[in-house]
T-cell receptor, first 115, second 117 residues
């Protein structure tokens, strides 16, 4: 069975600084997708970034980028130039195309951006 | 694109009554919809997966007679909490995926906060 682990329950970062959130996963599948979702205080889940496992190039979306290490089964999220609006819960999620299309979520990392 | 709505955003009901929550995909056809429950400061717990026109598949431990899910059209799924009790109070979130949106990505609704008195 697949598992997703986020080992940092809480983190904080100064505004304009860079922060990295960790995520590791376990799977025997070769084809899968990884996601980072953001859940701000409004509790709306917002897709931050997605990564296809067959792509070696790390995904980037503006200030958000990932460090995808397939062999190590690691998928960290880097937030550059942190903004107050980045304060949220961040969830790492795993999805495999050979399964039942269910997401496996990590337990989340609560990020607070300090002014 | 890929917008999912939920209604109502919050609801308060008396113990023993039933509550229906609607989940709609506004700009794409959702062949599959998912219902999650989220407790405070915790991750999302998948309750069930529903495919349009067929019965929902419930996760282990979820009472199918208490949480009735209907996916009658490609844009609408409903979750009915029957004979609600205070322990059913929670935040319920739906998500959807479909062929016209990125098929590997789930798009989430804004959630519904249910309080049972």
């Amino acid at each position: 069975a697949q598992t997703v682990t986020q080992s940092q329950p809480e983190m904080s970062v100064q505004e304009a600084e860079t922060v990295t959130l960790s995520c590791t996963y376990d799977t025997s599948e070769n084809n899968y997708y990884l996601f980072w979702y953001k859940q701000p205080p409004s509790r709306q889940m917002i897709l931050v970034i997605r990564q296809e496992a067959y792509k070696q190039q790390n995904a980037t979306e503006n200030r958000f980028s990932v460090n995808f290490q397939k062999a190590a089964k690691s998928f960290s999220l880097k937030i550059s130039d942190s903004q107050l609006g980045d304060t949220a819960m961040y969830f790492c999620a795993f999805f495999t195309t050979s399964g039942t299309y269910k997401y496996i979520f990590g337990t989340g990392t609560r990020l607070k951006v300090l002014a | 694109g890929a917008v999912v709505s939920q209604h109502p955003s919050w609801v308060i009901c008396k113990s023993g009554t039933s509550v229906k929550i609607e989940c709609r995909s506004l700009d794409f056809q959702a062949t599959t919809m998912f219902w999650y429950r989220q407790f405070p400061k915790q991750s999302l717990m998948l309750m069930a997966t529903s495919n349009e026109g067929s019965k929902a598949t419930y996760e282990q431990g979820v009472e199918k007679d208490k949480f009735l899910i209907n996916h009658a059209s490609l844009t609408l799924s409903t979750l009915t909490v029957t004979s609600a009790h205070p322990e059913d109070s929670s935040f319920y979130i739906c998500s959807a995926r479909g062929p016209q949106a990125s098929t590997d990505t789930q798009y989430f609704g804004p959630g519904t906060r249910l309080t049972v008195l």
